[in-house]
């Protein structure tokens, strides 16, 4: 009996579950062990024309592809349900893999998506890639856990991106969703959380920081800590550019999690300008829990 928690896990088909594009599924695993939640595992396929011409008819060729698609499902989740973990599978015939999860995840009431992580130049061999982060993070209806195919077991720091200079009501609930999610995060894993604030130059001049800015990070830091109630040390205030500043802060921290919000741009605004956690993720080489 679970609580009611269900994470929608993103499948590579085409890989084993020893290979790394499978890690989303393993770190679903080990933090449904903690939060007793369920998983689906998600795996969407489709055949172009030319495809489906070298079957004897197109029935047969969707048939044939799904039963297969459906085998493979099973063995891959058979590892961890031997965990004692309830897990169950789903499949689809779309062409548009990244909106089908979003579909799904809304159909079901997910609580979270969890994928595996794009790196580099990394297409599968669906097509699957960075395109297919994009609209995760854009339509999905709940958070998007990315998960770097470099194993990095649970329990060490949680690192939580927030957005203090602007204060409008949209940026205050992303803030508290933020910060919720981290902390959560924290509690499930055994984790630290340290909270990471990038005061932009150009605002900070505009509100009249200008040459006194280093003694006003200081006292945005206490005023942070104070607020949220932690520690001075685990939170970061830094004047420049969000995109660089937060990589680094993951780095220097050897961060497992980073928590990021999103606003999820959507339409030809989004295409051209993207967002902070669009441009950060494929910098960073620890997990990313993306919350819109």
């Known amino acids: ?21 499978q890690a989303a599924l393993f770190k679903a695993a080990e933090l449904a ?12 396929t489709y055949l172009t024309d030319k495809e ?22 099973t063995n891959e989740i058979a590892p961890v349900t031997k965990k004692g973990i309830a897990v169950y599978t789903h499949i689809e015939w779309n062409s548009e893999y990244a909106k089908a999860v979003c ?20 297409r599968d061999d669906n097509g699957h890639d960075h395109n297919d982060e994009q609209i995760l993070l854009r339509y ?14 649970f329990g060490g ?13 949209a940026h205050h609930a992303l803030n508290n969703a933020i910060l919720a999610a981290a902390f959560n995060l924290a509690e499930d894993t055994n984790s630290k959380v340290h909270l990471v604030c990038v005061l932009d130059e ?47 802060r993951t780095e220097t921290l050897d961060t497992d999690i980073l928590v990021i919000g999103t606003k999820a741009r959507k339409g030809i605004a989004g295409i051209f300008i993207g967002n902070t956690a669009e441009k950060v993720l494929s910098k960073i080489i620890c997990d990313v829990l993306v919350v819109n």
């Open 202 to 248: 150009e605002k900070a001049v505009a509100t009249h920081l200008g040459f006194e800015y280093l003694e006003d990070v200081s006292a945005e830091q206490a005023k942070i800590a104070e607020r949220f109630n932690i520690p001075l040390n685990q939170v970061h205030v830094q004047l420049g550019n969000p995109q660089v500043i937060i990589k680094e």
């Open 103 to 122: 579909y799904r995840a809304k159909a079901i009431r997910s609580n979270i998506i969890v994928a595996t992580k794009a790196t580099g130049n990394d």
């Open 1 to 21: 009996m679970n609580n009611g928690l269900k994470y929608l896990v993103v499948m590579k088909p085409g890989s084993s579950h020893s290979s790394p594009q």
């Open 157 to 169: 720091i949680v690192l939580a991106a927030v957005d203090t200079q602007t204060m409008d009501d």
């Open 52 to 73: 489906m011409n070298q079957h004897s008819s197109r029935q047969e060729a969707k048939r044939t592809t799904m039963e297969t698609l459906m085998h493979w499902n």
């Open 140 to 153: 999905a209806p709940c958070p998007v856990f990315l998960v770097h195919p470099i194993k990095r077991p």
């Open 33 to 44: 062990l903690k939060t007793n939640a369920s998983i689906e595992a998600f795996a969407c």
